[in-house]
């Protein structure tokens, strides 16, 4: 008994110890790799510090700077500047995805790639007497890399390779290469006889550094002063004293001891020695080498921007003009190096303009038109120049372009006439133009995405589809406050206000979600304008990808653009017209308004046998409702449409024919498709005149828009709206995309499955191993370039091998793109932007629901204080910046359809708006692939998380 | 005897005529002696299975306009004040779970939200139902007591805890005991007015959400857990609270041992041995002013008709002849007493429902739609009928 309670006690006793451990435990910090300097500097402890700061790593910020990282940007479709990325701070910096609050004062970005990016945040670590005991240093936070750790960064990387042409790192030579031992007989602490730095020169101010000369004198607008130094051997002046060769010259000019505590070498290679001042002020750091004030001297006086801007003030202060004497002072001859003071300061100039670089000719990319009240002016929104551009309708030229947000979309006009209205797809915003200056006068948040908007028929409220949101923004046009969201289903994208102005019906890109192997069903939203509320949903079973939409004058039916997908079986399948047949859908509105009868959808096809009608994308009927116009973007054409004789064939049909055959039958096309008339590249928008004699397309690839004479079906004209007239290989590829002519019937460009480089939402049975074998969802091509290997089972290396003679063999069945055209491609899928996080605007701290979620996604314990093994654990094979370790992983979700069970790690990046999830999409939400999908814990260890713990987590994913 | 009974009858017939036209307020004639009293709902319409309902125990009811929603145990339903029609909404219709407990209607987008008893949490919005429970989102429980909206935002009170979904970001957030005055999480009802979310909750009495600060403010019973009231007014009478309703300020509250008034500064409880409140077993409240609520007891219908007079109106069925009562009360002083041949469908009471004059109660029993073409707040003077006021008052 005694005994017992004894045991009890202690464990008690012990459990307390751990729990007050626990509460103990701090919140690591990143230090910055000065504060390591502290103790791994010097000969006793290998000169760590100095490798370091010599090495690649040091400047891996500052080299974002160079025209190449700008380059290798674009390729990737980053917008922003690479030192300001956190896909490129991801690799080129320490702590990138750390919080303000994670980073001490001594830390700066600008160090680049430091100890704590391998070693992990160091504030619980680096005291002395932690460190000396690696269990407890480790159990602090202090990380011992392993190589996989580093491929996290140094994986080939498809833009880098395209910029640099450089082989694949040599592992084994790059660890060689930053080797950094530790002495055997290592002797921590500071350095011994390091020289008083104050001079104590009363007048000349204190010294302060190059980092606070960096606050400024950084980033595009100064011409990257501070990275061109960081770059060059000035701020390597102080680290190379820790070489063999440094030993060696000191040993020659009789000089005793370490090089970097001796103030005959300092004296050139570091800024304090240059010359004596009044000290220095505690963030300066002796390992900052030359840095700017050995030249221009001590700044503390100088440095406030406002003296700055006035330069006989910062001269008066402190600020010294160069010339030769001042490089002379240490470079005339030194250790019998010549020196060439003309070349020298070439190589070191640092203007605060920096030349210009050649940039990739700017397109246009029209996609969306809208005609003024008054018939005069059209206005056509172009995607990649970020601009609306107007064109006299009469005159048929372009005369004028307003800048607008990014990839403006779509573009109406308030019935008055008095403003348009654009979606900045890129910006989540609407711009708001006043017709008559042509000015931008409002920029208004809107959702996700924003791509088709229209007023009501009052002008009184504006309806912004928000097609990442799956939303409808309603906008009080008077305030132009938003009013409130509805809901729409999933992608919603163009909208038609019915004839009478009573209700507005709203066309979804995506089908909604349905049961795992089962068709698509797609909505169309009915608003009811009266009450400004969804008022129906219309239900299109077997379609997708529904965009154009068009009422009918005589208000009894809307026209809409459909695909009818058939994903569930192989794309090998001919049946019913092969994989993604192509057509227009008939939304019925029969009287009375609001009775059950509403919403008949009738489904006919715009193919043909032999002739595809690839990517209709927009619709337009005429004022007397005899004719529709449909663009095929992928095909270059445009259907005229005989609604008479469509609606006819319908009524005339029995309800099994309309309901069963004529959605599948490629033979009825013939009875109302009356001609097809050619357009530019990739026609998007239609729109017909007031007058129904003229129709216009908006060519999104070739920059331009055609004039078609409705009369005689024939392009009369063609609107040029002044685009660059080379094109460019990613400007190629990016046709070659659209373009349905690789595929077997011309049936369907990249496009159809990626609109926009996105996603369809399905789940495809794509090769011929039984219906429905090894089913796969489809992912997004935005951001992918970095992310290789391809395909769910990562089976393919390059996207070169996806899209070359995979493609051909499973998707399109013909013959393959040619090696240029390839090549074209795969330049044009790799600059396919990423819009920024919704989740966490650049530079946005986390909120506290985020932050709970971070520590969730880097725990390495569960609630019960087990240990993660280092596989199961979140971070470890989605780790930054890409959030994959792009290999391949059996995480438990092999099904009975499968073959494999290893698939590839998706990126994170952006990973809300790709739904489904998982390889076969069977997961609806992010909450599914944990709650669903991980019943054993082999998708990282989750079964112990709470509800609040798993719903912080997803918060925190959604950020990535 | 006989001809006794037939006089009794032929005068209680009489009576309650001329009560009920003095009762109506505006139609009141000037019958009797008149006095100050409240208004009495004297028409009533059924609503059960036999009329269309999917399902005679009903949970929750909601007035959109000319449409009415009904939460039932095997489904949802929505009655068209206009027509009297009923359309209703089973699981083989796209309902997500058979038991409809909660109902909420987003006041900008007509959107209809769902609490499910063991289901989780539904949107019905142009005939199409969406989906959230435990394993598709971050709804912290399936098992739906009450849903509210927050100006974007969906509350749902569930049993093992509160969420809150932000239908604009897609973020839940989860209230229980780590992160809120939560003592215990079983939350059975949740309402929002003017800033404020309320959830009512079994055994920690009632928390108040500001939404502007975020912050929690928690009213438990100074009492402990007693099942009586020691210090009578000194808070919420017992921590095992079922519903709130905040209205001009006032926060109402239905426990299971009572109700209370909450101006800010001062509590009252109400009690059935010294109010209208045909039992002080609470399934729900609503507001309809600073002095007008109405409590779904087991035993009835109590309501507070005027509280500066403490004047109250006992809606009751008889359960043998199924005939309606109203008695009205002042300060334990039955003033009125009416006799109906309809009244609330039955006794057992779970949900009220305030529509513009009107009201609607759940019960287990089918919904009673109480119309009220004349209803006035507060007292006014009319016509009393007296009967047999003691008789009524002792029945009861």
Avoid at chain 1, 444 to 449: I, N
Avoid at chain 1, 564 to 593: C, E, S, Y
Avoid at chain 1, 752 to 777: N, Q, R
Avoid at chain 2, 81 to 95: F, M, N, P, V, Y
Wanted: hydrophobic fraction near 35%.
């Amino acid at each position: 008994m005694r005994r017992s309670l004894l045991i009890t006690l202690i464990i008690v006793v012990l459990a307390g110890a751990l729990w007050a451990a626990e509460g103990q435990r701090k919140h690591p910090v990143y230090v910055g790799a000065k504060v390591c300097a502290t103790c791994h500097q010097g000969k006793d402890m290998g000169h760590q510090f100095s490798r370091w700061l010599a090495s690649k790593h040091a400047t891996a910020y500052a080299v974002l700077a160079k025209p190449e990282s700008k380059k290798i940007a674009e390729l990737s479709g980053i917008p922003q500047e690479p030192q300001e990325s956190p896909m490129c701070l991801g690799c080129h910096a320490t702590g990138a995805h750390a919080e303000a609050w994670e980073k001490d004062q001594t830390f700066f970005t600008e160090d680049g790639v430091q100890c704590e990016k391998c070693h992990g945040p160091g504030s619980e670590y680096t005291d002395a007497a932690i460190m000396m005991d690696r269990q407890a240093a480790m159990k602090a936070g202090l990380i011992m890399p392993t190589i996989p750790d580093c491929m996290g960064c140094h994986q080939v990387k498809g833009s880098h390779v395209a910029v640099h042409k450089l082989p694949k790192l040599d592992m084994k030579k790059a660890l060689k290469d930053i080797a950094h031992p530790t002495p055997g007989d290592f002797k921590y602490g500071p350095m011994s006889q390091l020289p008083d730095v104050t001079g104590l020169k009363k007048g000349r101010g204190k010294y302060i550094g190059v980092l606070i000369c960096a606050a400024c004198h950084k980033g595009p607008m100064m011409g990257y002063q501070f990275s061109k130094w960081r770059m060059s051997a000035h701020a390597r002046a102080y680290a190379v004293l820790a070489t063999p060769e440094a030993y060696a010259i000191a040993k020659k000019q009789g000089l005793k001891g370490d090089p970097q505590t001796n103030i005959a070498c300092l004296k050139c290679h570091t800024t304090a020695y240059h010359q004596l001042t009044e000290g220095v002020i505690e963030f300066f750091s002796l390992y900052e080498g030359v840095g700017c004030e050995a030249c221009h001297g001590a700044g503390s006086h100088y440095y406030p921007e406002a003296v700055m801007r006035d330069r006989p003030a910062a001269r008066a202060a402190g600020l010294r003009e160069i010339n030769r004497e001042t490089c002379l002072r240490c470079h005339e001859n030194p250790h019998d190096k010549p020196f060439d003071f003309d070349e020298a300061v070439k190589k070191i100039a640092h203007p605060t303009r920096a030349p210009a670089v050649s940039q990739a000719p700017r397109y246009k990319t029209p996609l969306n038109m809208a005609l003024s009240p008054d018939g005069k002016e059209l206005y056509v929104t172009c995607e990649a120049s970020h601009t609306v551009i107007v064109v006299n309708v009469q005159r048929r030229q372009k005369v004028a372009e307003i800048s607008v947000g990014h990839h403006p979309t779509d573009v109406t006009f308030s019935p008055d006439g008095a403003r348009a209205y654009v979606s900045n797809r890129l910006d989540d915003t609407v711009s708001v133009i006043d017709v008559l200056s042509r000015n931008v006068i409002a920029t208004l948040a809107v959702g996700d995405e924003p791509h088709g908007l229209l007023t009501d028929s009052s002008g009184k409220h504006l309806y912004v589809l928000n097609t990442s949101a799956d939303s409808i923004s309603v906008i009080d046009t008077t305030t132009l406050k938003k009013l409130k969201r509805l809901s729409a289903s999933r992608s919603p994208w163009s909208l038609s206000r019915s004839p009478d102005g009573s209700a507005i019906y709203v066309t979804n890109n995506l089908s909604r979600f349905v049961k795992f192997r089962t068709p698509s069903v797609s909505e169309v939203t009915v608003i009811d304008t009266s009450q400004a509320v969804v008022k129906d949903r219309i239900v299109v079973p077997a379609a997708n990808l529904m965009q154009g939409i068009a009422w009918h004058p005589s208000g009894n039916f809307a026209l809409i653009t459909l695909n009818r997908t058939k994903n569930l079986v192989p794309m090998t399948r001919l049946l019913q017209g092969w994989t993604i047949t192509n057509g227009l859908g008939i939304v019925w509105r029969a009287p009375p308004w609001g009775e059950p009868k509403d919403g008949r959808v009738d489904q006919v096809l715009l193919d043909e046998p032999g002739m595809c009608f690839p990517d209709p994308t927009d619709v337009a009927i005429t004022p007397d409702g005899r004719l529709a116009l449909v663009t095929s973007s992928g095909s270059n054409r445009i259907a005229v449409v005989d609604v008479t004789k469509l609606i006819s064939m319908l009524e005339a049909a029995s309800t099994y024919e309309r309901e069963h055959v004529f959605g599948n039958h490629l033979g009825k096309p013939t009875e109302f498709v009356i001609d097809h008339i050619r357009t530019g590249d990739s026609p998007r928008g239609v729109l017909i005149a007031p007058d129904g004699k003229t129709a216009f397309t908006a060519n999104a690839l070739d920059d331009s828009l055609t004039v078609i004479d409705i009369n005689s079906f024939c392009a009369v004209g063609r609107i040029d709206l002044g685009g660059p007239k080379v094109i460019t290989k990613v400007r190629y590829g990016e046709r070659l995309f659209h373009s349905a002519n690789i595929t077997f019937n011309r049936q369907f460009s990249c496009h159809s499955c990626h609109p926009d480089g996105h996603v369809d939402g399905l789940t495809y049975d794509i090769e011929p191993d039984g219906i429905g074998v090894c089913p796969v969802d489809n992912r997004t091509l935005r951001g992918i370039l970095d992310t290789a290997p391809f395909k769910w089972e990562g089976t393919n290396p390059s996207l070169q091998r996806q899209c070359g003679p995979r493609l051909a063999v499973f998707f399109t069945r013909i013959q393959p793109f040619t090696p240029e055209e390839l090549s074209a491609l795969d330049n044009y899928i790799c600059t396919i932007p990423r819009p920024s996080n919704r989740y966490r605007p650049l530079g946005a701290e986390l909120t506290d629901a985020q932050r709970r979620g971070k520590k969730m996604f880097e725990r390495t314990m569960t609630n019960d204080g087990r240990i993660i093994p280092k596989g199961n654990r979140c971070a470890t094979c989605h780790l930054p910046p890409l959030y994959t370790d792009r290999r391949r992983h059996n995480i438990g979700t092999k099904l009975w359809l499968d073959h494999e069970s290893d698939f590839d790690t998706p990126h994170l990046n952006n990973i809300y708006d790709s739904a489904p999830y998982l390889h076969n999409g069977i997961a609806e939400t992010l909450e599914e692939i944990w709650t669903r999908y991980n019943p054993d814990d082999e998708h990282g260890v989750t079964n112990d998380m709470t509800k609040d713990q798993l719903n912080d987590l997803i918060e925190y994913i959604k950020t990535l | 005897m006989k001809y006794l009974i037939i006089a009794v009858k032929i005068l209680m017939v009489c009576s309650l005529l001329v009560a009920r036209r003095s009762a109506l307020g505006s139609r009141a004639t000037s019958h009797g002696p008149r006095e100050k009293l409240p208004y009495v709902y004297t028409e009533w319409k059924h609503f059960t299975v036999n009329t269309g309902l999917p399902n005679d125990h009903v949970f929750a009811i909601k007035a959109d306009g000319p449409k009415v929603w009904v939460g039932t145990e095997n489904g949802l339903a929505c009655i068209d004040k206009r027509t009297g029609k009923i359309k209703s909404w089973k699981e083989k219709d796209g309902l997500p779970w058979r038991v409809v407990s909660a109902l909420d209607v987003n006041p900008k987008t007509g959107e209809l939200w769902v609490g499910l008893f063991g289901g989780g949490l539904a949107r019905f919005s142009g005939g199409r139902f969406d989906h959230w429970h435990q394993l598709n989102s971050g709804l912290v429980n399936d098992v739906v007591y009450g849903v509210a909206i927050e100006n974007d935002n969906v509350w749902a009170a569930t049993t093992a805890g509160a969420s809150r979904y932000n239908t604009v970001t897609g973020e839940w957030t989860i209230y229980t005991e780590k992160n809120s005055p939560m003592e215990e999480i079983w939350n059975y009802g949740v309402s929002y007015d003017a800033g404020k979310v309320y959830l009512g909750i079994w055994g920690s009495g009632v928390l108040e959400f500001d939404v502007a600060t975020e912050t929690w403010k928690d009213y438990l019973d100074p009492d402990g857990e007693m099942e009586i009231d020691l210090y009578r007014d000194d808070g919420i009478v017992h921590v095992i609270s079922t519903g709130t309703s905040y209205i001009d300020g006032i926060l109402w509250v239905s426990t299971y041992f009572g109700m209370n008034r909450y101006d800010g500064r001062h509590w009252r409880g109400f009690y059935e041995h010294e109010t209208g409140l045909p039992s002080d077993f609470g399934n729900a409240v609503k507001g309809r002013s600073a002095n007008e609520a109405w409590f779904a007891t087991d035993k009835g219908l109590g309501v507070l008709a005027d509280f500066p007079s403490d004047t109250w109106v006992t809606y009751t069925m008889d359960p043998n002849t199924h005939r309606g009562k109203a008695v009205v009360s002042q300060n334990q002083k039955v003033l009125e007493a009416i006799d109906m041949p309809k009244s609330i469908p039955h006794n057992y009471a779970l949900w009220v429902e305030i529509d513009g004059n009107d009201v609607w109660v759940g019960t287990s029993k089918g919904v009673g739609w109480g119309i009220g073409p004349g209803y006035y707040k507060g007292l006014k003077d009319r016509a009393v009928y007296k009967a047999k006021i003691v008789k009524i008052k002792a029945e009861n």
